[in-house]
C-alpha cells in the first residue's frame, strides 16, 4: 500500500492563508461531476492523531472550503480546531490535507448523554443553541454573493445529504430543491407518496443561513460536566434553508435520544421539513455516497 504524500519526506507545508488572501487566490470554479472513486472506507477518510496536540486531516472530503470556514469560525470565537497549515494534493484521493489543533473533550456518544444529569444536559443545549444561533447570524461572505445557496466561498457544497455528495451552486431555493430530487427513480418503492412528501417544501421559502451542515454526535465535543469543548467536521458547511441544519441532523429518524436533542435545539421547529426532507433522501437513497 503506497503511503499518502503527506507522509513522505519531501511534502512540503503551506503557511495558512487568510480569508481574505484565499478569497483572491481561488475563485469560484464551476461544477464539474466527479467520479466515485472505488476505495476503502479507512482510505477514505483517514485523520492521523499527531504529537504534540496535532491532527492531519486527509480524506476525500477535504476541500479549501473547509480550511476557510474552519479558521473564520476560529476568528469568530467559535470553539473549533486553530488550522496551522495546508497541503494541496494534485494526484491523490484528497484535495488538500489539514494540519490542525486536537479539540478537548469527548465525542456525544449516547452512554454519555445518558450519564449526564439534567443540569448538564442543558449546559450542552443552551450551549450548542449560542453556537448555532451565531452562526446563522453570519452575513455573506464576499466570494459567496454569486449564488445563493453555496460554500462559503461561493463554490459547490459538499454534503453526504445531498445526491452524489456534490452539488453546484443554486441561484435560489427552487433550484435547490429540483436538484435534491432529480436523480429519483420513478421505480422506486413508494414513489409517489416519497414524491409527495418532498414536493411540500415547493411551495415555501425559507430564509438562508450559514449553517454547519453535519450536526451529529461525532462532531460535538463536551466536557464531563456538558459544556461544549467543541464543533468540528465543518466540510459541509455552507448557505442553506434555515431548516437544513436540523432536518440533516434528524435523517430519516423519528425517536431516541438524538432526535430529542435536535429537537431542543431546534425549538420544536421543522418538523414538516424534516418530513419533506426523508421523503426525499428515501426518493434518492441509491446516490447517498458515504
Same mark, same amino acid.
Given at each position: 500500500?503506497?503511503?499518502?504524500?503527506?507522509?513522505?519526506?519531501?511534502?512540503?507545508?503551506?503557511?495558512?492563508?487568510?480569508?481574505?488572501?484565499?478569497?483572491?487566490?481561488?475563485?469560484?470554479?464551476?461544477?464539474?461531476?466527479?467520479?466515485?472513486?472505488?476505495?476503502?472506507?479507512?482510505?477514505?477518510?483517514?485523520?492521523?492523531?499527531?504529537?504534540?496536540?496535532?491532527?492531519?486531516?486527509?480524506?476525500?472530503?477535504?476541500?479549501?472550503?473547509?480550511?476557510?470556514?474552519?479558521?473564520?469560525?476560529?476568528?469568530?470565537?467559535?470553539?473549533?480546531?486553530?488550522?496551522?497549515?495546508?497541503?494541496?494534493?494534485?494526484? $491523490?484521493?484528497?484535495?488538500? *490535507? &489539514?494540519?490542525?489543533? =486536537?479539540? @478537548?473533550?469527548?465525542?456525544?456518544?449516547?452512554? !454519555?448523554? %445518558?450519564?449526564?444529569?439534567?443540569?448538564?444536559?442543558?449546559?450542552?443545549?443552551?450551549?450548542?443553541?449560542?453556537?448555532?444561533?451565531?452562526?446563522?447570524?453570519?452575513?455573506?461572505?464576499?466570494?459567496?454573493?454569486?449564488?445563493?445557496?453555496? $460554500?462559503?466561498?461561493?463554490? *459547490? &457544497?459538499?454534503?453526504? =445529504?445531498? @445526491?452524489?455528495?456534490?452539488?453546484?451552486?443554486? !441561484?435560489? %431555493?427552487?433550484?435547490?430543491?429540483?436538484?435534491?430530487?432529480?436523480?429519483?427513480?420513478?421505480?422506486?418503492?413508494?414513489?409517489?407518496?416519497?414524491?409527495?412528501?418532498?414536493?411540500?417544501?415547493?411551495?415555501?421559502?425559507?430564509?438562508?443561513?450559514?449553517?454547519?451542515?453535519?450536526?451529529?454526535?461525532?462532531?460535538?465535543?463536551?466536557?464531563?460536566?456538558?459544556?461544549?469543548?467543541?464543533?468540528?467536521?465543518?466540510?459541509?458547511?455552507?448557505?442553506?434553508?434555515?431548516?437544513?441544519?436540523?432536518?440533516?441532523?434528524?435523517?430519516?429518524?423519528?425517536?431516541?435520544?438524538?432526535?430529542?436533542?435536535?429537537?431542543?435545539?431546534?425549538?420544536?421547529?421543522?418538523?414538516?421539513?424534516?418530513?419533506?426532507?426523508?421523503?426525499?433522501?428515501?426518493?434518492?437513497?441509491?446516490?447517498?455516497?458515504?
Amino acid at each position: 500500500m503506497s503511503r499518502p504524500n503527506i507522509l513522505h519526506p519531501e511534502f512540503t507545508w503551506h503557511t495558512a492563508p487568510t480569508v481574505d488572501q484565499l478569497r483572491k487566490r481561488l475563485s469560484a470554479a464551476p461544477y464539474t461531476p466527479r467520479l466515485r472513486r472505488v476505495t476503502p472506507f479507512w482510505v477514505q477518510r483517514i485523520i492521523w492523531p499527531l504529537p504534540f496536540g496535532l491532527l492531519l486531516k486527509h480524506s476525500d472530503g477535504t476541500r479549501i472550503e473547509e480550511v476557510v470556514t474552519t479558521r473564520a469560525a476560529y476568528e469568530a470565537g467559535i470553539p473549533v480546531p486553530r488550522i496551522i497549515s495546508y497541503g494541496a494534493h494534485l494526484d $491523490s484521493l484528497a484535495e488538500v *490535507s &489539514i494540519l490542525m489543533t =486536537r479539540m @478537548p473533550g469527548e465525542e456525544l456518544f449516547q452512554e !454519555l448523554w %445518558e450519564w449526564f444529569e439534567p443540569e448538564e444536559k442543558q449546559n450542552t443545549i443552551l450551549a450548542m443553541k449560542e453556537i448555532l444561533y451565531f452562526v446563522h447570524s453570519w452575513g455573506r461572505h464576499p466570494s459567496a454573493k454569486s449564488a445563493l445557496i453555496c $460554500s462559503i466561498m461561493g463554490t *459547490s &457544497i459538499r454534503s453526504v =445529504r445531498v @445526491p452524489y455528495k456534490l452539488m453546484p451552486p443554486c !441561484l435560489d %431555493e427552487a433550484e435547490f430543491n429540483c436538484r435534491l430530487i432529480k436523480p429519483a427513480d420513478p421505480t422506486s418503492y413508494n414513489f409517489e407518496e416519497h414524491m409527495a412528501r418532498a414536493k411540500t417544501l415547493d411551495s415555501q421559502t425559507h430564509e438562508i443561513v450559514f449553517t454547519h451542515g453535519d450536526l451529529a454526535p461525532h462532531n460535538m465535543l463536551v466536557m464531563s460536566d456538558g459544556r461544549i469543548a467543541g464543533l468540528i467536521d465543518w466540510e459541509a458547511a455552507g448557505y442553506y434553508p434555515n431548516y437544513w441544519e436540523y432536518t440533516t441532523a434528524w435523517g430519516i429518524g423519528t425517536e431516541g435520544w438524538w432526535f430529542d436533542l435536535v429537537h431542543e435545539l431546534a425549538d420544536g421547529k421543522y418538523h414538516n421539513e424534516r418530513e419533506a426532507n426523508a421523503g426525499r433522501w428515501l426518493l434518492t437513497n441509491g446516490t447517498m455516497l458515504w
